[in-house]
């Protein structure tokens, strides 16, 4: 969504801001724009719909300098896409901001500010910003000042960065609910939505909480909440959350589907020691708290909801704990049971999804009293609001459609419930379940090999309009996250159905037009998929079967996946899914890391 980068440098700022909005492209955006302080301390600004290369041209082909600026890119929510509704927006050519987040009361807001002669140029919430500082400063004596007392009239959610052009050293930044970031180094100071846009040479940062105010020049920083100066840690900005780069590979989603052997090895590392499973990870305090733990809420979604499906079947099949999993948007709407000792678990990739987040807050307010954070960002909202955290260690994932990520989730997972049976004395099978977890890496890795094969095969689906996958078990799961890929990178209707659903209703969509996506692992229900699979076949419909088994019709097109433990299968089949929504997307020629109209963290309702 919305991406944020501002800052102030000894030289001319455009090109680092543009910098900047390139490596925040992958947010997912629709158009771009900046603002930069001219030394006749004038602002000048720029926009344009579409790609940041846009917006460079036209900052390259006009004199835009200066050496304090804020930029955006825009994922539209109030308003088309359009350059009088890209940011940034400016009052009387006095002030400029750039916002992420939405103003929920910006029409009250609005109409105020037109009662007393205010002209709007956009239909955006956040365009409001600009009018209330402008009308602050007049009782105000510095846009810090004029920043912080508009906040309180502010309802919804806000990170945004401000300039004046009567003060050329100030940068003024203010975050609730959206994520922002001020990087520093010896002679330039940043701030921005994500790490990721800082330059090599920024290597510290400082995250701003809910509700802080931070007025920035390139000698002080002054963070101000609720009128009291507060001094924020300064952080180390590690090597993999900056300068995210390709490597050899022509697309980051092609990259991440490449990394998912070390990065599960990292995180089998991180939870798995000599002393046991998650052994130095949980506070002492909340060990036995967990160990009594009798019934398990998870919220999430997308991917995220797709990998805690399955963590339903494994809590209740190996730790025999009762587990509900519900999408994070409805949830956050319903009244609800609390269970009793129950865990709740917010799930997220980013851990700034703004349903999500508001859904564990209702899950507060009902009275859920121990809350467990899996995510894949350390310094993310989510991780700050929940008792305990269990990351994910994926590494920056840039990809709009997660791959490294979920795979990761579904073995934080795993090794949860085999954790939450060995508290319970379940296991009988501990040793195997080891093993099993342990083989990860090498399966995964033997899963790619499948690459030439998925490709070649899968060319005709590149000429579908709908597709159905099926699977049975976790495997339902597994096929609805393949759906969910294929449709996001491939603009292909998908659908996933559990099989033994098919004679319910999907059914009557079969034809010789239709292929059928089937996840089939050699389990205790393969008989029941292959009749699943022979009702497809008669009808005309085409079949690709991914299965550890070879006992199928010869007509059908089997992609041949090496036996692993049930256990981690569902990880496992992830892979060739991935690389099948790929190669359909590449030989469509479709934008395969920035999907249209997608953006990677959902920061808004
Ligand atoms: O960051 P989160 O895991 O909370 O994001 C949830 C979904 O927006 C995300 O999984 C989305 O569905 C992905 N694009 C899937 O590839």
Request: charge should be negative; include cysteine.
């Amino acid at each position: 969504m919305c991406g944020i980068i501002a800052g102030i440098i000894n030289t001319n700022i455009a090109d680092s801001l543009i910098e900047g909005l390139e490596r925040l492209e992958y947010r997912g955006y629709d158009s771009s724009g900046l603002a930069v302080i001219k030394s006749d301390q004038s602002i000048i600004h720029r926009k344009s719909v579409g790609k940041v290369s846009e917006l460079k041209a036209i900052v390259k082909a006009s004199k835009t300098e200066g050496q304090i600026g804020i930029a955006h890119t825009r994922w539209a929510t109030h308003g088309k896409p359009s350059t009088l509704n890209a940011h940034p927006h400016l009052s009387h050519d006095c002030f400029a901001i750039v916002h992420n987040g939405i103003i929920e009361n910006y029409e009250t807001l609005k109409e105020e500010l037109i009662a007393e002669g205010y002209e709007f140029s956009s239909e955006t919430d956040s365009e409001v910003l600009v009018h209330l500082i402008h009308q602050a400063m007049q009782s105000s004596s510095s846009l810090f000042d004029a920043v912080q007392s508009i906040t309180p009239k502010l309802e919804g959610s806000y990170a945004l960065a401000a300039i004046d052009k009567s003060t050329p050293d100030t940068l003024v930044v203010a975050r609730r609910g959206s994520p922002l970031i001020i990087g520093l180094s010896d002679d330039q100071i940043f701030a921005a939505s994500d790490v990721i846009a800082f330059n090599e040479t920024i290597e510290q940062c400082i995250y701003l909480e809910d509700e802080d105010v931070a007025a920035i020049s390139k000698n002080l920083l002054t963070v101000m909440n609720n009128g009291e100066i507060i001094p924020r840690p300064i952080n180390s900005i590690s090597g993999d959350e900056n300068g995210a780069s390709k490597g050899s590979y022509t697309h980051f989603m092609h990259k991440e589907i490449h990394e998912q052997p070390q990065a599960i090895q990292r995180l089998i590392d991180a939870y798995l020691t000599d002393k046991g499973l998650f052994s130095n990870t949980f506070p002492v305090a909340d060990q036995l708290a967990i160990s009594r733990i009798k019934n398990i809420t998870i919220v999430a979604c997308g991917s995220s909801y797709h990998a805690a499906l399955i963590a339903k079947l494994w809590f209740e099949a190996y730790a025999e704990i009762q587990c509900q999993v519900e999408i994070a948007s409805e949830f956050r709407y319903r009244k609800s049971i609390v269970p009793k000792r129950s865990l709740f678990i917010a799930i997220s990739q980013s851990g700034e999804t703004a349903d999500t987040l508001a859904a564990l807050g209702h899950a507060k307010k009902l009275g859920y009293k121990k809350s467990l954070a899996i995510c894949n960002s350390n310094h993310s909202s989510l991780v700050r609001e929940t008792d305990l955290c269990l990351l994910t260690h994926a590494g920056k994932e840039i990809s709009v459609a997660s791959t490294k990520a979920f795979t990761s989730q579904l073995t934080v997972f795993l090794m949860l419930a085999i954790y939450f049976a060995q508290k319970r004395k379940l296991t009988t099978k501990n040793d195997t379940m080891m093993d099993a977890l342990k083989q990860l890496p090498d399966q995964l890795s033997d899963a790619l090999t499948l690459e030439p094969l998925i490709e070649k095969t899968v060319t005709p689906l590149a000429k579908a309009k709908n597709c159905l996958f099926i699977g049975r078990g976790e495997m339902h799961s597994i096929a609805m996250e393949g759906a969910l890929k294929l449709k996001e990178i491939s603009y292909i209707h998908a659908e996933a159905y559990a099989a033994g659903e098919l004679k319910h209703g999907p059914i009557a969509l079969i034809d010789d037009k239709l292929p059928v996506i089937v996840i089939a692992p050699n389990n205790d229900v393969l008989s029941k998929i292959q009749s699943n699979i022979n009702e497809v076949k008669a009808r005309g419909g085409q079949v690709y079967i991914f299965s550890d088994s070879d006992d199928f019709d010869q007509a059908n097109s089997l992609i041949p996946i090496a036996p692993a433990p049930s256990l981690i299968s569902p990880i496992i089949y992830s892979i060739p899914l991935q690389l099948l929504a790929y190669h359909i997307a590449l030989l469509k020629g479709n934008d395969i890391d920035q999907p249209r109209n997608l953006a990677k963290s959902v920061t808004v309702e």
